[in-house]
Structures are given as structure tokens and as C-alpha cells.
């Protein structure tokens, strides 16, 4: 069983940056494969970016060349790097966690185990 805390969201301006980070307990950190994930109000929860037990990395058009993701094996946390914030991208943001997860699979939020509490991002304009 796999333990997911996220922490980092807040209010910021539009432009702005924020960095959440993802720790993960209670498994092999190394061997899994993580995601973030948000959902607005009334929307779809949508795929964020990904990356893999091999550090390759995934992202959504939306957040390309303004998000990044990365992981620090060491301190079994997962980070994503917000930059260039709009207010589309407010929304809560979810870290998620699977051992299992193929290529094809990793952008769909429905093949992922575990889950954190979310966290909340709030853009202003």
C-alpha cells in the first residue's frame, strides 16, 4: 500500500510559479511510475504530465514548455514545477502512483492505484 501526501499549492498571480511536491510511503518508490493530475469545478479530472521508474517524462499539450516533473528517488518525492501560471490552470492537483502502468496507459487517471488528497491551485488574473 502506497501512501501519497502533496503539498505546495497556493494562490498566486498569473505568471507566477509554484512548485508541489509528491512524498510517497509505504512501497518501492523507485519502481513506480507517477503522475499529476487536476480538476477544475464541473471538469473532467485531466492528466498533467508523467514520469516513469526510467526518470522519461510526459506532458500534456496544455503544460508543455511551462511545467516540469521530476523525482528524487533519494527522498521518495516527486516534484512538478509550475511556471508561466495562467487561470485555466487553477484547479486541484492530484499526485498518483502505480507499479504496473504502461506506456500507453499513463495519461488515463483511471489506471492508477494510488492517490493523494489533492492539492489546491488557485491562478489569478
Known amino acids: 500500500q502506497v501512501q501519497l501526501v502533496e503539498s505546495g499549492g497556493g494562490l498566486v498571480q498569473a505568471g507566477g510559479s509554484l512548485r508541489l511536491s509528491c512524498v510517497a510511503s509505504g512501497g518501492s518508490f523507485s519502481r513506480y511510475t507517477f503522475g499529476w493530475f487536476r480538476q477544475a469545478p464541473g471538469k473532467e479530472r485531466e492528466f498533467v504530465a508523467a514520469?516513469?521508474?526510467?526518470?522519461?517524462?510526459h506532458y500534456a499539450e496544455s503544460v508543455k514548455g511551462r511545467f516540469t516533473i521530476s523525482r528524487d528517488n533519494a527522498k521518495n518525492t516527486v516534484y512538478l514545477q509550475m511556471n508561466s501560471l495562467k487561470p485555466d490552470d487553477t484547479a486541484v492537483y492530484y499526485c498518483?502512483?502505480?507499479?504496473?502502468?504502461?506506456?500507453?496507459?499513463?495519461?488515463?487517471?483511471?489506471?492508477?492505484?494510488?492517490w493523494g488528497q489533492g492539492t489546491q491551485v488557485t491562478v489569478s488574473s
Open positions: 498518483a502512483a502505480d507499479s504496473r502502468i504502461i506506456l500507453s496507459s499513463l495519461r488515463y487517471h483511471a489506471n492508477y492505484d494510488y
Open positions: 514520469i516513469r521508474y526510467s526518470s522519461t517524462t
